[in-house]
């Protein structure tokens, strides 16, 4: 540990997210930020400036890796350099907190989750809801019955990108204060366009998507909410249907989950339309007794109703609750929680392997769309049923020299 016992961190990617978790960690006074690390020399430099101090900064996050004096890392780079990072840092001897989706596929989660239990290291996963007082609570509720079965669940990313979305650009040459070698790292060479980097890897498959982005938040919330770990079958239809841009993602998508206890749960992508799904809430949870919408501060109850030929017997009652949690609120629990895990060796809210679990959906869901049909999921085995299509896309392989660290 760093001077006067206090955790000494080094900060993986500081641009949008970085420097939100900046702030977060800067609010717990037995940690510092001693190690800063772009590929991005301007982002680099106003990231130090925030800190107030003197950081150690580099554009080569192994030297933060090799370095002795720190404690734990904090990677928020593009997805697809989450899984080498972590990894690295894991057989370094660093505890991680890496932000969601965890990785860019299944198997360099599973990965993950191998190589924290190898080397005994504390990772927490980005999923911040995860540490939320409302959540904990409700999800404990519903678990225990408070709706009855919940046999439907469902969230929305929605925002309409008409017309033009992220553009059309052409092919550039990087900014001269960007390493673009190593911002793609373990993807293909291709031309810098700025629809790409810095923010917009979101709308490109190859280093993010929406599913990743947005469903992996609202995907962990409802399967802890319903108490499930994987679905059993998955089916996603969607495509690029009115804007005219860059992407590599469809602009609309749905992809429905069935699990193995009798539930389904819904995930829609609506690029080209953003008015509200619901009458509250991010998420969506009917049930036989009641129906509940969940937002990061909020939640209400909503009685059910007696259909066709029910008996008469009591629904939920209704209900309405808040907390005072935005995402800065809960980022800050989320740091707290890591820092604390990381002296008592407990698992954090949010460990590698529930957001492992919780990123698969999201992989599922984009391997469904690409091959354009529905696929059964053996979630022991971590393999899709009788599809080798399918099971050819657990994976990608790095370019050289780039490989997962063992
Ligand atoms: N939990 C949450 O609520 C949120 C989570 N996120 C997650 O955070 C991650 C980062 O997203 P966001 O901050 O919005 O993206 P940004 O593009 O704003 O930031 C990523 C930064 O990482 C830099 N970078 C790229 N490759 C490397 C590398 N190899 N080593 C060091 N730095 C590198 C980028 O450089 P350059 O500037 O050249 O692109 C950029 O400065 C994503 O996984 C995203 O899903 C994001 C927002 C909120
Ligand atoms: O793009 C984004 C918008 O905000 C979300 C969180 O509130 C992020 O997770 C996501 O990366």
Sequence with gaps: AGSNDRVSLGFIGVANRGGQLMKAFAEHQDCSPDYLCDVDSKTLEKAAKQ??????????????????????????????????????????????????????????GRAMVDAARKYDRIVQVGTHRRSSGLYQELSQRIQNGLLGKVCMSRAFRLSNMAPDGIGRRPAMTPPEHLDWDMWLGPRAQRPYQDNIAPYKFRWWQ????????????????IRWCIGEEAPSSVCAMGGQFAIDDDRTIPDTMEVTFQFPSGRLAVFGQYETS??????????????????????????????????QFATEHPMAKPEKGTEDSSNHHLTSNHARNFLDCMRSRRQPNADVEIGHRSTTFCHLANISLKLGRRLQWDADAERFVGDDDANAMLHYEYRKPWKLPV
């Design 51 to 108: 800190t107030g101090g003197s950081p150690k900064t580099t554009a080569d996050y192994r030297k933060v890796i090799d370095d002795d004096s720190i404690d734990a890392i904090v990677i928020a780079t593009p997805d697809h350099w989450h899984a080498i990072q972590c990894i690295s840092g894991c057989a370094a001897g660093k505890d991680v907190y890496v932000e969601k989706p965890l990785a860019v596929t299944i198997h360099e």
């Design 206 to 221: 190859d280093y993010s998507s929406q599913m990743g982005n947005w469903g992996v938040h609202y995907l962990d919330a």
């Design 274 to 307: 953003g008015n509200p799904m619901m009458p509250t809430g991010e998420i969506e949870l009917r049930g036989t007794l009641g129906t509940a919408y969940v937002s990061e501060r909020t939640y209400e109850i909503i009685p059910e109703r007696r259909g």
